[in-house]
């Protein structure tokens, strides 16, 4: 996975000592991913896409974003946007991001996130835009006269967001693979008319838990836009919340507890009982045989109140906190501004710009 491109990635630090200032480690692969504040993250987030945050950190260098800019292509009010952004941040830290080994950003932290996006205009095409699924969603029976163009123009801002950092690798839900396929189309079409200048990144979908339905319409992804609350469970709700939202969970006809294409509801239920409790969703299905969905539903409710624990234990320590968050995320835009510096650089050179006096 390595290139031409990506030379320029902090290697991880040699052992101290006199000796070792010779010694050059290979560098990590790179990860970068970001999610929205808008509203508390859900389970479809978590599951879809923040267990991987946490997983890579072991392999991987990581840059994980609080993606201020993207939330206001739809109206948030001052006091919303403040507020999400600094518990999006939160969150990523109680689910387990360690701001020790990944870097932890708001992204109008680093400008450079904006400045790579005007550039990645002029290299994207609107027809490829306009075939985005999420467009399509957000927009439908919208007039175009009134549709922002911050909504149309949302991937090319993700592709900036990715292409700054030289990534190798973005895990996402698979809402979002989409989308990193058209960063992947605009780093080979920038790469082909100014040379080799950004690493092609990798979607990293999970095969289980890419797509968590909706709880109140299986037929729908879980989503913090949702008209009704009982669609999503947000991180941070109570466990009296979390009891009563799996309770009025829709399921399927008929009453065995096991998936099946028939079975959207049960097939989702299952495959959140699956990763929570980390296991099998076979092992699941056979502990359930002959048992009814109520009896399933009541513990899975247990499951999702005794996951949730110590994040929401951690929730509230980093609530009661703040300085410790913003040193957080002084210390990841610092850090993120460098690497993006570099890349921005290599882009302006590449395509002729002055440097400046
Ligand atoms: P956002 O904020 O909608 O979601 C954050 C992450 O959660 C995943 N996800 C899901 N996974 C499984 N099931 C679901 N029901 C579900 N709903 C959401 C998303 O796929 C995502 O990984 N455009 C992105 C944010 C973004 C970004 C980036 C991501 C901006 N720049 C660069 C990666 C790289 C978004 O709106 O995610």
Redesign the pocket.
């Known amino acids: 996975m390595t290139s031409d491109a990506d030379t320029q990635h902090p290697a991880p630090q040699p052992m101290p000592g006199p000796a070792a200032a010779a010694v050059k480690l290979p560098r990590r692969p790179r990860v970068?991913?970001?999610?929205?504040p808008t509203g508390a993250l859900h389970l479809?987030?978590y599951?879809?896409?923040i267990t991987n945050y946490v997983a890579m950190q072991e392999t991987h260098d990581c840059v994980y974003?609080v993606?201020d800019l993207?939330a206001i292509t739809l109206r948030q009010t001052k006091a919303e946007l403040k507020r999400s952004t600094l518990d999006t941040a939160n969150m990523f830290l109680a689910a387990g991001v360690d701001p020790q080994r990944s870097i932890v950003i708001v992204q109008s932290h680093v400008a450079q996130h904006s400045e790579l996006a005007w550039i990645l205009n002029t290299v994207a095409y609107m027809g490829e835009l306009s075939r985005m699924t999420q467009f399509k969603d957000k927009t439908r029976g919208g007039e175009a006269e009134s549709i922002g163009v911050g909504i149309f123009d949302y991937p090319v801002l993700?592709a900036a967001?990715?292409l700054l950092y030289q990534t190798d690798a973005?895990p996402?839900?698979?809402?979002?693979k989409q989308?990193v396929e058209l960063t992947r189309d605009l780093a080979e079409r920038f790469n082909n008319a100014f040379g080799k200048t950004f690493v092609v990144p990798q979607p990293i979908i999970r095969t289980t838990?890419?797509?968590?339905m909706g709880l109140d319409d299986p037929a729908k992804?879980?989503?913090k836009s949702a008209e009704s609350a009982y669609n999503y469970i947000a991180l941070t709700d109570s466990p009296d919340e979390i009891r009563r939202k799996i309770r009025r969970a829709v399921t399927d006809s008929g009453t065995d507890v096991r998936t099946d294409p028939d079975k959207p509801a049960l097939t989702n239920l299952l495959t959140i009982y699956g990763l929570l409790a980390g296991e099998p969703v076979e092992a699941v299905e056979a502990r359930y045989e002959g048992k009814g969905y109520a009896e399933f539903k009541t513990d899975l409710a247990e499951v999702v109140v005794e996951a949730l624990v110590p994040f929401q234990r951690r929730m509230a320590e980093l609530g009661a906190d703040k300085g410790f968050t913003l040193d957080v995320l002084r210390d990841g835009a610092e850090r993120a501004q460098a690497i993006a510096e570099r890349t921005m650089a290599k882009v302006r050179e590449r395509m002729g710009f002055v440097s400046r006096p």
Request: charged share 15%; proline share 0%.
């Open positions: 970068f991913s970001g999610a929205q479809g987030n599951l879809g896409a974003c993606v993207h993700m967001d990715i973005v996402v839900g698979e809402d979002q989308h838990g890419a797509r968590i992804k879980m989503s």
